[in-house]
């Protein structure tokens, strides 16, 4: 089976650039440095899994070109990691008219549902506004297990963000930890042995930022996971991606939006 990881976006909360045209320190004639808010895709040949949909969402699945997707994943529900939900409800009135499934923690749909309430329960039209989502929360026992979508197997885990708790996902070899400030044993355990890795890196030089890892945390929770790569996601417009080529030790690199993975 083919199974393949697409990055739809590897920006920070601001995208690079940032609205204003602010790059930075990013080079705009670069065009890896152009990045939409983080999102990933993961596709088989019978089944497309997304794993967050922030505010580029729309344009990063159509520049792929994805089919529609048999599951959406959250991460969290801040803003740039959920704030394109609202583009899901265009497969539902164009596909079979069945609520997509939508998979995460239980504070991430305490979130997304006081603030997206309409999408699950439907709104006050019911021909405009029915509900066209359908959560399906990870419960305790359900962390460090494999489950199965279609032919796509995964193992969601928990992942600190210092302001909330985060799911992070394993897909076969490759594993997505977007956002991050911290991760468990637990969560050591089943990135363990992943041949690819991507991790949000946006503090990379900062020390103490509550939120987010830098490259220092990265490289030691490296030494547990061994990953033949491990791409940074996250990317703020102070990281200029040659600039990052440069500097990162080997086996490292910056994602780009488009980068798309094999995963075994
Ligand atoms: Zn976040």
Redesign the pocket.
């Known amino acids: 089976m083919s199974l393949k990881a697409v990055v739809l976006g590897c920006g920070n ?1 601001s995208g690079v650039p940032g609205i204003g045209n602010h790059w930075g320190h990013c080079d705009p004639k670069e065009p890896k440095n152009r990045r939409g808010r983080s999102s990933l895709a993961v596709v088989s040949q019978a089944t497309t899994i997304v794993v967050d949909t922030g505010p580029d969402f729309r344009e990063q699945f159509n520049r792929e070109n994805l089919s529609s997707p048999d599951a959406v994943f959250y ?2 529900a ?1 803003g ?2 959920c704030h394109g939900i609202d583009d899901l409800r265009s497969f539902y009135f164009r596909g079979s008219q069945k609520p997509l499934p939508v998979y995460a923690n239980a504070q991430t749909f305490e979130d997304l549902q006081s603030r997206f309430r309409y999408l699950f329960e439907g709104g006050n039209n019911e021909f405009f506004y029915p509900p066209v989502l359908e959560a399906r929360e990870f419960k305790d026992s359900d962390f460090g297990k494999e489950h199965r979508i279609g032919d796509i197997s995964f193992v969601p885990f928990l992942v600190d ?1 210092g ?2 708790v ?1 799911t992070g996902y394993r897909f076969g070899d490759l594993a997505y930890t ?2 991050m400030k911290a991760l468990d044993d637990q969560a050591l355990d089943i990135l363990k042995g992943v041949k690819t890795w991507i991790a ?1 890196a946006a503090a990379y030089t900062m020390q103490n930022n509550a ?2 890892a830098n490259i220092e945390d990265i490289i030691v929770y490296h030494k547990t996971i061994k990953a033949d790569a491990v791409y940074l996601s ?1 990317l703020t417009s102070l990281m200029d991606y040659q600039s990052l080529i440069r500097e990162l030790p080997e086996g490292f690199a910056p994602a780009y939006d488009g980068l798309q993975i094999e995963i075994g």
């Open positions: 909360s991460s969290h801040h740039d990691h963000h302001s909330c985060c977007v956002d949000d939120v987010h996250s």
